[in-house]
Antibody, heavy 116, light 113 residues
Framework: EVQLVESGGGLVQPGRSLKLSCAAS????????MAWVRQAPKKGLEWVAT????????YYPDSVKGRFTISRDNAKSSLYLQMNSLKSEDTATYYC?????????WGQGASVTVSS | DIVMTQSPSSLAVSAGETVTINCKSS????????????LAWYQQKPGQSPKLLIY???TRESGVPDRFIGSGSGTDFTLTISSVQAEDLANYYC?????????FGSGTKLEIK
């Protein structure tokens, strides 16, 4: 069974940093692109980042480019999202997802609140 | 960026009825190489993470009941749920993966009367 478990969420002040982690199991992690998708409170879904199987290629929307960094450790079957210069509009639940064209498996989400 | 416009934003139906949710993209999602439409549908039940229902506009994900039907091509797509059941209470989102940035529709909230 595919499992994705996010961790590292919490309350952080504007301008500070936070790093999310996602532990994957139930599939060969190194064979899949992975992604982060977020959902602001009571709002829709927003793609945040994608990383290739080796980690050599990363993709971001303009809203987070230059502030967020996606990375992975295939030996640990883990995905990461380093978030810097956080803004109030980054407040959301962040989902880790397996990305094969579409997001076919999702974690339960990690809540991030950016507030002073 | 490709803008995805969903309608209606919400609807309420009785169990057993048929529901149609529309999704329109600001540009064609048809890929000429694979001759496919790069459009997916997701279901998000209250308090849960999203779940993939449909990809390539009309292909059901494994385990998805056949009452969920995706159709459409180019810029206009539809998710039809036939004989709606109480368990179908959820938000439904369309998403294009023709180009980055990947973009989602704003969602349709399905309520059961």
């Amino acid at each position: 069974e595919v499992q994705l478990v996010e961790s590292g969420g919490g309350l952080v002040q504007p301008g500070r940093s936070l790093k999310l982690s996602c532990a994957a199991s139930g599939f060969t992690f190194s064979n899949y692109y992975m992604a982060w998708v977020r959902q602001a409170p009571k709002k829709g879904l927003e793609w945040v980042a994608t990383i290739s199987t080796s980690g050599s290629r990363t993709y971001y929307p303009d809203s987070v480019k230059g502030r967020f960094t996606i990375s992975r450790d295939n030996a640990k079957s883990s995905l990461y999202l380093q978030m810097n210069s956080l803004k109030s509009e980054d407040t959301a639940t962040y989902y880790c997802a397996r990305h094969i064209d579409v997001m076919d498996a999702w974690g339960q989400g990690a809540s991030v609140t950016v507030s002073s | 960026d490709i803008v995805m416009t969903q309608s209606p934003s919400s609807l309420a139906v009785s169990a057993g009825e048929t529901v149609t949710i529309n999704c329109k993209s600001s540009q064609s999602l048809f890929g000429s190489v694979r001759q496919k439409n790069y459009l997916a549908w997701y279901q998000q039940k209250p308090g849960q993470s999203p779940k993939l229902l449909i990809y390539l506009a009309s292909t059901r994900e494994s385990g998805v009941p056949d009452r969920f039907i995706g159709s459409g091509s180019g810029t206009d797509f539809t998710l039809t749920i036939s004989s709606v059941q109480a368990e179908d209470l959820a938000n439904y989102y369309c998403q294009q993966y023709y180009d980055t940035p990947l973009t989602f529709g704003s969602g349709t909230k399905l309520e059961i009367k």
